[in-house]
């Protein structure tokens, strides 16, 4: 069983460019939500999609945006790059239960650096 | 001030003993309660979770949540130097285990040989 799959693992941008991470959702998940990790912190929430919409979404600026795939594939996209923008990409899925979601499993994440 | 508060350490120990990680968080709303180990330049991996007060054990982990007191904690028995890793506790809304999660900053944890 697959689980949480993320592209690609290192990435080196530079400040103004845009990036796309991409992560592959557990099997049988549905919904994938992508943290920002900066180093020595704990992740921190950035949105969520569900049925190729952003469902919630956490502090960050327009300049993070998202799109999820019929097969609950997502994309991240990061446009102007700034150097606080360093940190590691995380992808997590879920499954929708009822009116709930069940634990979320996390990818390996990406780990962007912007030079 | 932060929601979830965590001592980031190092807590340090020698092999075999019990490590005590704790968490204190401030929103009465968090109804589901879970502690990631995370290893270094890795995701985090989900280690247990837990809904409302109580304890609930699984092998060497133990969680235990204290919702009056706005408390949650993790007990490893016989510490293993694999479990040397940063440990995350993490908090969402009721029914709601894989939403939105708020973290705590984490707890890096070495054991001892």
């Known amino acids: 069983d697959a689980g949480v799959t993320q592209s690609p693992t290192h990435l080196i941008k530079t400040r103004g460019q845009q990036v796309t991470l991409r992560c592959s959702p557990k099997?049988?998940?549905?919904?994938v939500s992508w943290y920002q990790q900066a180093l020595g912190q704990g992740p921190q929430f950035i949105f969520q999609?569900?049925?190729?919409?952003?469902?919630q979404r956490g502090n960050f600026p327009d300049r993070f945006s998202g799109h999820q795939f019929p097969n609950y594939s997502s994309e991240l996209n990061v446009n102007a790059l700034l150097l606080g923008d360093s940190a590691l990409y995380l992808c997590?899925?879920?499954?929708?239960?009822?009116?709930?979601?069940?634990?979320?499993?996390f990818g390996q994440g990406t780990r962007l650096t912007v030079v | 001030q932060k929601e979830v508060e965590q001592d980031p350490g190092p807590l340090s120990v020698p092999e075999g003993a019990i490590v005590s990680l704790n968490c204190t968080y401030s929103?009465?709303?968090?109804?589901?309660f879970m502690w990631y180990r995370q290893y270094s330049r890795k995701g985090p991996e989900l280690l247990m979770y837990?809904?409302?007060?109580g304890n609930k054990e699984d092998g060497r982990f133990t969680a235990q949540v204290d919702k009056s007191s706005k408390y949650i904690s993790l007990f490893i028995r016989d510490s293993q130097p694999s479990d040397s890793a940063t440990y995350l506790c993490?908090?969402?809304?009721?029914?709601?285990?894989?939403?939105?999660?708020?973290f705590g900053g984490g707890t890096r944890v070495l054991v001892k040989p």
């Open positions: 997590a899925s879920s499954l929708v239960v009822g009116r709930g979601l069940t634990e979320a499993f």
């Open positions: 099997s049988g998940h549905d919904t």
């Open positions: 999609y569900y049925e190729e919409e952003e469902r």
């Open positions: 929103n009465s709303a968090f109804q589901y």
């Open positions: 837990t809904y409302s007060s």
């Open positions: 993490a908090m969402s809304p009721i029914k709601a285990a894989g939403n939105k999660l708020t």
